[in-house]
Every structure is written in structure tokens, then in C-alpha cells.
């Protein structure tokens, strides 16, 4: 019997906790560890795990005492978050609010304000769930990631990131940092879509687009879908249908298509089946890139 059906307050498990004070520090503990070390940001997802025994880590290493890796700021190469930023900073953010209202959106819909409280964004994208509420914002923004280890730091566009469901671009060793959001277009609008079980449950479906208009015709378009494949993506044919095109019901019905046709099956999908996110994904699309279309024309 496990001891968490019994008291969900229990830990069943014995760990060595580091508390390291830098990123040297952090990075030489990953590395001498290995698997059998896991980082604590906000600990939303990790510290369920460890009740539930599906994670049963030997090392737990704190990193919130590295308070640079929480900063929100804006650089020459756009907008900066640290990977400890918590999802209600990114949500309230004056700064996020007037440059990326698509992160602050996407923010508010991840679980209850407790929840948000907690837990970061760089945890949100290191658990690597095909239905991560910050991934695909991030994607349809063209972000990038930092990677911290003892050799230096690396930059990877979030797209390269992912390499499936649980799986992320990240050695032994090495830790995420943060992501830079290059400047969006100008007068660029945005939106987020999200459809789950209840309000606070994770996504069954969500979507972020970001469009730009030139001449009452979409000059940038960007998609991407989560929970619809096992790591998010971007809906590349549909928006490269869109481009330079009206932003008509007839693109519309063309796009959302083959936005449908971004839906891998699996032989058993958890919450809802192919079919179900194939049509979901396409009202999604359609609403999103609606939204972002208005948002441009303001």
C-alpha cells in the first residue's frame, strides 16, 4: 500500500536536499549526481511525484536560493524571463501585460492563484507535458532557452527543445536559466485558447497565435498546439497558408484543416481521444488566430 493514499502530507521516500547559493554550485551537483538528482523550483509537479512514487529522486536540489534566475526584465534582444519566475508574476507583470499579453494570459489559466504562486516557468517547461500551459506561447513567440552548465551557456529555440512527452534538450549537468523573447512584430496581436476537464484542470487542448497585419493582410503568423502531439508544435501549413492572405473565413476554414492534421494519434490518449482533439483543435485555431487578428487591428 502506498503511504500517500494513507497521508498525502508524507514523503515516502529518503533524499539527500542541497541548497546551493549559484549557478556553478548548482550545475557541479547535477553533474555529480546525474538521474538521481532533481531540481526544486516550485515543486507543483516534482513534490506530487514523489508522493505518488512515480519519481523516487535520491538528491533533491533547491535552486530558489538563486535569486537572479527569478528576474522579469527587458534587454536589447527583447524580453527576459528567468526560468524561477513564478507563473503569477509572469500574469501581473506590468512589463509582460504591455509587451507579452500572450504569457500573461497563458499564465492566468494554469491552475488556482496557490498554484500560480508556486510554480515557475522553467518547471512548467522542464516537465516537458505535451499540455504545458507556457509552452506554446513561448513557441508562438519565437523563444529561446538558456542552458546553464560547467562549459558555458547554450541558446536553443523552444521548438528544438522538446524531444517528446517528459523529454526535454538537457544533458547531464545542465540547467535551464531562463527564455528571451525576441521583440514581436509591430503592432502585432496575440491570444490564447485553453479547453480542460474543468477551469483549474490542465489542458486538454490549448493554442497561441500571434498575427501581425500589412495592408489589411496577415504579414506574421505564428501557432502552436499543445496536448494535440507528445510535445507541443507549431501549426507550420497553417500559417504558412495564412501569410499574406485576408484574414477571410475561407483562409480561416483552409488553415484550421490542416491545423487538425497536426493531431498524432496515439493507441490510448489520456482525457479525450484523436478525434475529440482534432476537432477542438481546429475551433481552438480559430478562435485564437479570430482574437489575435482583432487584437492587430486595435
Not at 529522486?57 to 519566475?85: D, R, S, Y
Request: charged fraction near 25%; hydrophobic fraction near 40%.
Amino acid at each position: 500500500m502506498y503511504v500517500n493514499k494513507v497521508n498525502t502530507h508524507i514523503l515516502p521516500i529518503e533524499f539527500e536536499y542541497h541548497a546551493p547559493k549559484s549557478l556553478d554550485e548548482t550545475v557541479e551537483l547535477l553533474e555529480k549526481y546525474g538521474e538521481d538528482a532533481h531540481v526544486l523550483a516550485g515543486g507543483t509537479d516534482l513534490l506530487p511525484h514523489m508522493k505518488q512514487r512515480r519519481v523516487e529522486p535520491k538528491h533533491i536540489v533547491n535552486i530558489k536560493g538563486i535569486p537572479e534566475l527569478a528576474c522579469i526584465k527587458e534587454i536589447p534582444e527583447g524580453i527576459h524571463i528567468g526560468a524561477l519566475a513564478k507563473l503569477r508574476a509572469i500574469e501581473l507583470s506590468p512589463l509582460i501585460n504591455e509587451k507579452l499579453p500572450l504569457l500573461s494570459e497563458a499564465a492566468r489559466s494554469v491552475g488556482s492563484i496557490q498554484i500560480r504562486n508556486l510554480g515557475t516557468i522553467g518547471g512548467n517547461i522542464c516537465n516537458a507535458s505535451p499540455s504545458a500551459d507556457m509552452a506554446t506561447p513561448l513557441m508562438a513567440v519565437d523563444a529561446k532557452v538558456h542552458v546553464y552548465s560547467k562549459s558555458g551557456e547554450k541558446n536553443y529555440p523552444i521548438v528544438e527543445f522538446f524531444h517528446g512527452r517528459g523529454e526535454v534538450r538537457l544533458e547531464q549537468g545542465e540547467l535551464v536559466t531562463g527564455f528571451t523573447v525576441p521583440h514581436l512584430p509591430e503592432g502585432a496581436g496575440s491570444a490564447f485558447e485553453k479547453i480542460g476537464w474543468t477551469t483549474l484542470d490542465i489542458a486538454t487542448v490549448n493554442v497561441a497565435a500571434v498575427v501581425s497585419l500589412k495592408d489589411g493582410k496577415i504579414d506574421h503568423c505564428s501557432i502552436a498546439l499543445g496536448a494535440c502531439s507528445p510535445a507541443p508544435i507549431r501549426g507550420v501549413l497553417a500559417e504558412e497558408i495564412l501569410r499574406g492572405r485576408e484574414p477571410s473565413a475561407e483562409a480561416m476554414d483552409e488553415a484550421v484543416e490542416l491545423i487538425a492534421t497536426c493531431v498524432e494519434p496515439r493507441e490510448r490518449w489520456r482525457r479525450a481521444p484523436p478525434e475529440y482533439r482534432q476537432r477542438t483543435s481546429k475551433a481552438l485555431a480559430r478562435d485564437a488566430v479570430t482574437r489575435a487578428v482583432e487584437a492587430a487591428r486595435r
